[in-house]
């Protein structure tokens, strides 16, 4: 059974910075991409940034020059350092992680990111 728990999001104000974690458990291929998404209610989910294994990274063009997804060691684990927030970053927060090799996806819980003054 694979987990993935994230944490760190909060109340920040416009302008602050906030880092969100998330850590995989459980038998993982190594061929694999850990991801974040965001999600406001009412809207669709949206991809925001993605990272390889290899450490090759894609972000959303919204968040390119504010946010950057690494990963820690063990492997297996991502972070998201995001910094100058906006109002619009407000939403939860996903974890995902792609198994290639077992052709399955994997979300955590999500954790409540709030940009407000």
């Known amino acids: 059974q694979v987990q993935l728990v994230e944490s760190g999001g909060g109340l920040v104000q416009p302008g602050g910075s906030l880092r969100l974690s998330c850590a995989a458990s459980?038998?993982?291929?190594?061929?694999?991409?850990m991801a974040w998404y965001r999600q406001d209610p009412g809207k669709e989910r949206e991809l925001v940034a993605t990272?390889?294994?290899?450490?090759?990274?894609y972000y959303a063009e919204s968040v390119k020059g504010r946010f950057t997804i690494s990963r820690g060691n063990p492997r297996n684990t991502v972070s998201l350092q995001m910094n100058s927030l906006k109002s619009e970053d407000t939403a939860v927060y996903y974890c995902?992680?792609?198994?290639?090799?077992?052709?399955?996806?994997?979300w955590g819980q999500g954790t409540h990111v709030t940009v407000s003054s």
């Open positions: 459980g038998s993982i291929s190594s061929s694999n991409l």
């Open positions: 990272i390889t294994s290899n450490g090759g990274a």
């Open positions: 995902s992680l792609d198994d290639f090799n077992r052709q399955t996806t994997y």
